[in-house]
């Protein structure tokens, strides 16, 4: 009995993979159309918002937010969470201003030592989760804790000053158009996006963090060592941290040993509200950038508007559930 052969068995994928494909690109256009309206809606409301001052206040503070979302877009592409970036953050700034101020070392080497401490703390995530299976919220979140501790420990539950080092606050602060505020750490954002980007799109690291979210069990059984690739994307993200901890200590020249928690779901919500999925396998850099100008503008515009510090809060957990709705219609979709 001979059959005829059909292509029924690969259309099925094959349409999955592009409505998932064109689901994410839709989500993206969609965020970018929401910071469009919202940015309109401002302008209405406000005279005081579309101004140069007010404009460059907001790309500061999605630089800080935007730097943590960054890296915990690849934590979340492969299925986890981080929720120690924010506190983390906290206690890199401390260990910039130990490094500069207590210990006395130069620029070009406190810097890079305080971002490193970043990767290790993500390095110490990486193990907890990957070696340990600690379940990822149980395990960054013990890092929370234990990161502001260490930063009232550390600092001495003082503010650390930057004053026998008065060049670092440019790291932040320093304009790089003549006659312009524009600052420099704006700049730095602007590139670690370009490098993230590439790197998830085109490097293995990128390729394993999808694979891993997507189907970590197949992944595993493909022969890839899904232990190692973890702790380095952990790590890898960790230095994201490191990043942001030196910029925020620069921006107010002093390591402020308190703050950090809230960070990491503001972070947190300027993925997911670019399009990343909760459930792995699924994300982009452009959309995050996109999500961390939304939180920033939306926090922003709501201080000019004048609306109270705790309704801040309410419209962007609401924000967060459409963005998270959203992408649940688009797995069924795909």
């Known amino acids: 009995m001979t059959t005829t052969p059909t292509s029924t068995g690969a259309a099925p994928p094959a349409r999955s993979a592009i409505r998932a494909r064109l689901g994410g690109s839709v989500q993206q256009l969609l965020a970018f159309v929401s910071l469009i309206v919202i940015l309109a809606f401002f302008t209405i409301a406000s005279p005081y918002f579309l101004t140069y001052s007010n404009l460059v206040g907001i790309l500061m503070a999605a630089t800080v937010t935007g730097i943590l979302a960054l890296g915990t877009t690849f934590v979340i592409v492969t299925g986890g969470i981080d929720l120690s970036i924010g506190t983390g953050m906290i206690l890199c700034g401390v260990m910039t201003g130990v490094f500069l101020t207590y210990w006395g070392w130069p620029l070009w080497l406190g810097v890079p030592a305080a971002v490193l401490f970043g990767g290790l703390i993500g390095?110490?995530?990486?193990?907890?989760v990957a070696i340990l299976r600690l379940p990822p919220f149980i395990a960054?979140?013990?890092?929370?804790?234990?990161?502001?501790?260490l930063s009232l420990v550390i600092s001495g539950t003082k503010p650390i000053y930057f004053k026998e080092?008065?060049?670092f606050q440019l790291l932040m602060n320093q304009s790089v158009i003549p006659g312009q505020r524009f600052p420099l750490g704006v700049v730095i954002f602007i590139v670690l996006a370009a490098v993230a980007a590439i790197v998830l799109a085109k490097t293995i690291i990128g390729r394993y963090a999808f694979s891993i979210g997507s189907n970590e069990a197949?992944?595993?059984?493909?022969?890839?060592?899904?232990?190692?690739?973890?702790?380095?994307?952990?790590?890898?993200?960790?230095?994201?941290?490191?990043?942001?901890g030196v910029l925020a200590a620069s921006r107010l020249s002093s390591a402020q040993p308190v703050g950090g928690m809230g960070l990491e779901l503001e972070a947190i919500a300027?993925?997911?509200?670019?399009?990343?999925?909760?459930?792995?396998?699924?994300?982009?850099?452009?959309?995050?950038?996109?999500?961390?100008?939304?939180?920033?503008?939306?926090?922003?515009?709501?201080?000019?508007t004048a609306v109270p510090q705790e309704w801040?809060?309410?419209?962007?957990?609401?924000?967060?559930?459409?963005?998270?709705?959203?992408?649940?219609?688009?797995?069924?979709?795909?």
């Open 165 to 167: 080092t008065p060049d």
């Open 270 to 304: 300027a993925v997911v509200i670019g399009g990343t999925s909760l459930q792995g396998g699924k994300g982009s850099i452009l959309g995050t950038v996109i999500g961390s100008l939304i939180v920033a503008v939306l926090t922003n515009g709501l201080r000019v």
């Open 218 to 244: 197949a992944t595993a059984l493909s022969g890839v060592n899904v232990v190692k690739w973890k702790i380095a994307i952990y790590s890898m993200a960790g230095l994201f941290v490191g990043v942001a």
């Open 123 to 128: 390095f110490v995530n990486g193990v907890n």
């Open 140 to 149: 960054t979140l013990g890092m929370m804790l234990i990161s502001a501790g």
């Open 312 to 334: 801040q809060s309410v419209v962007v957990g609401c924000v967060i559930l459409v963005a998270v709705y959203v992408d649940i219609l688009r797995r069924k979709g795909a």
